[in-house]
C-alpha cells in the first residue's frame, strides 16, 4: 500500500500523472489531451479536450453491472414516504424529467433554479440538468423570496423546478407561494416552472408558465434521452454562497474535473464502494448535498439514502430520536456524513438509542460544516465505536481540504483537528498582516492554498471572473494565493485546527450565512437607522446572528414594550427576506454602534462582548461608550 505521504507528494510534484490516473476512475466519451491548463493563473482548466458528462457517471454507466441495485433510497418523516429507486427506475426518472425540462425549452447551457425540499424529484432535476448539460442552480429550501429573487436575477434561469411545498418537523413550508413572491420581485422572470405536488399545500397555478410534473411525466413516461456529451470544462452548476458583501456569489463548477474529484474522494477519503449504502443528512441547496448526497456516492455505484425531517422523529411521525440509527441498521449504511450540529442535536437524546439498533455495517461517520467540538466528537466516538473523521471544506472546494484519506493509510485523527492537507491541495499559513509563509508549528494564521487548485474546485464566480480574483485571490499584497477567510495552525504532526473566519460569515447549525445580508434585510426597516450583526457562540447551533440596532426613534430605548414590537417586525422581515435560518435570536437596541474613528464597524469587539471575552486592541475606537452600552445590553439579558 503507499503511503498517504508518497501519494500526497505526488499529487503535488507531478499533478499531470497523479489526476490522470484519478480521471480513470470515470467514463469519458473521449480522452482528454491535456491534464492541467494552468496558463491564466488563478483559472484552471482541467482534462481539456476530453468530453464526458456527469449524469452518464452517476447513472448510465451503472446500467450493466447494478441495474436492479438500489441507487436511490428516499425517506421521509414528514410525509411518512420511504421508497427505494434501483439504477434503472433512477434512469427512466431521470429520462422523464429531462424530456419534461426539454418541452419546456430546457438546451444545453441554459439554466435551471431547482428550489425543493428534500423529494427524490429534486434529484431527478439535478441529474436530469447534468444529462442535457444545461446548468443547475440549486437553492436551499430555506432561503426565503428576497434571497431567493437575486439568485433568480443572477441566474437567469429559463425554468425554474419547485413543488408546493416542504414540511419540517410538521410545519409547512409554502414554496411554491415563496417562489410566486421571488418572481413577482425579480426582473428576470422565468418561462416556465415545473412543480410537484405532493398535496401539502395548496397552489395557484399561473397560466401558460406553471405545470405539473406529474402531467409532464406521464406525458414522457417511455422518454429515451440520450446524455449530451460535454466538454470537460463546460459548467455544470452553480451554487450561491454568502461572503463579505451582501451581494450571493455563484460558485461555478466544471464537469470533467468535478466527476474525477468526486470519483477520487469516494475512493480515498469516503471508502465509499459499489454496491454499498451512503447517508449524507445534509440538503441539496447546500453544497455537501451536490457532492455527497447526489453525485459521488452514485458516480461511486453506492445507493445514496436522501432523508427529509428532523432527526429526531419517525417514520409514523412519533417522536424516534434513533431514526437514523434504525435507518442505518434498515440499508445497511457503510459511511454516514452529518455535521457536528446533528450530533449535538441527538447527543440530547437517550444514549441506549444508540445501542437499540445493529450500526455492524457502518465503518465511519464524517462530519463537516463547522468545527467539531470535543465532547461532542467524543459523544459519538463512544457510541458509534467507528472512526470519527471530520472534514474540512468550503462551497469552493467542492470536496474535502483538510481531513485524512483511510482509504489511501489508515492515518490516525486527532480531537480538534479535521486532518491533514489532502492530495491536490497546496495549503500554506500566512501571517494576516505581513502576507509572510508561517512555518514553525502553532503559529496562527489565514489558511490559504497556492494554485492550481485541484479538480473540483469551483472554476470563477458565476458571470464574475473579476470577481473571483479579486475576493478570493488578492487578499494578500504581492502574492496571487487562495484565501479560505479560515483562520488556522498547524501542530508539529502536520494536523491543521481551524479557528473560525476571518471575513464576516458566520456558521447557523452548520448552514453559512453572511451578516451583511441579514444587515440589509434589517436596514430595509423603516425604524432602523443603523444596524450590525455578528456571530455569536451557542452550544447548540454553534454560532447564532445576534443583531445591534439603532433604531430611528430614540425612544424605543427606554421604552420596552415598543422596543419589543420592533424587535418581532425585525425578525419577521428577516424570515420574509432571507428565511428562519438567518434570523437573529435577539435584536437588541443601543444608542450608537462601535465604531473605528474612520467609521469601520468592529465587529469582533461587539462579538467579544457577546462571548463574555476581552475586546482586544480597542485604540481605533472612537467612542468607548458604545461599547459599554453593548456590554450592557448583553449583561441585562
Ligand atoms: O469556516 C469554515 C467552516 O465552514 C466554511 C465553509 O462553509 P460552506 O461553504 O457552507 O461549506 C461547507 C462544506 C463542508 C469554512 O470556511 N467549516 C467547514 N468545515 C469545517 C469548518 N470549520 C471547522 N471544521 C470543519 N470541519
Known sequence: MTSYADFYRRSIDEPDAFWAEQAKLIDWQRPFTRVCNYDNPPFVHWFEGGKTNLCHNAVDRHLKDRPDQAALIYVSTETGLEKTYSFAELHREVQRMAASLQALGVQKGDRVLIYMPMVAEAAFAMLACA?????????????????????????????????????????????????????????????????????????????????????????????????????????????????????PKGVQRDTGGYAVALAASMTHIFDGRAGETYFSTSDIGWVVGHSYIIYGPLIAGMATLMYEGLPTQGLDKQADGGIWWRLVEKYKVTAMFSAPTAVRVLKKQDPALLKKYDLSSLRALFLAGEPLDEPTARWISEGLNVPIIDNYWQTETGWPLLTVANGVEQTPSKF?????????????????????????????????????????????????????????????????????????????????FILGRTDDVINVAGHRLGTREIEESISGHAGVAEVAVVGVADSLKGQVAMAFVVPKDGSVLGDSAAALKLESEIMKRVDGDLGALARPSRVRFVSLLPKTRSGKLLRRAIQAVCEGREAGDLTTLDDPAALQQIRDRVQAG
Open 131 to 247: 444529462r442535457l448539460g444545461a446548468i443547475h442552480c440549486v437553492v436551499f429550501g430555506g432561503f426565503a423570496s428576497g434571497s431567493l429573487a437575486s439568485r433568480i436575477d443572477d441566474a437567469t434561469p429559463k425554468v425554474v423546478v419547485s413543488a408546493d411545498a416542504g414540511s419540517r418537523g410538521g410545519k409547512i413550508v409554502p414554496y411554491k407561494q415563496l417562489l410566486d413572491e421571488a418572481i413577482r420581485l425579480s426582473s428576470h422572470k422565468p418561462q416556465a416552472v415545473l412543480l410537484t405536488d405532493r398535496a401539502l399545500a395548496p397552489m395557484t397555478m399561473v397560466a401558460g408558465r406553471d405545470h405539473l410534473w406529474s402531467a409532464l411525466r406521464a406525458a414522457h413516461i417511455d422518454a429515451q434521452v440520450p446524455c449530451e456529451w460535454l466538454d470537460s470544462t463546460d459548467i455544470s452548476y452553480t451554487i450561491y454562497t454568502s461572503g463579505t458583501t451582501g451581494k
Open 416 to 496: 480538534g483537528s479535521p486532518g491533514i492537507p489532502m492530495y491536490g491541495y497546496r495549503v500554506k499559513l500566512l501571517h494576516e498582516s505581513t502576507g509572510e509563509e508561517l512555518t514553525q508549528p502553532n503559529e496562527k494564521g489565514v489558511v490559504v492554498l497556492e494554485g492550481p487548485t485541484p479538480p473540483g474546485f469551483m472554476q470563477t464566480v458565476w458571470k464574475d471572473d473579476a470577481r473571483f480574483v479579486n475576493t478570493y485571490w488578492k487578499t494578500v499584497p504581492g502574492k496571487m494565493v487562495y484565501s479560505t477567510f479560515d483562520w488556522g495552525i498547524r501542530d508539529e504532526d502536520g494536523y491543521y
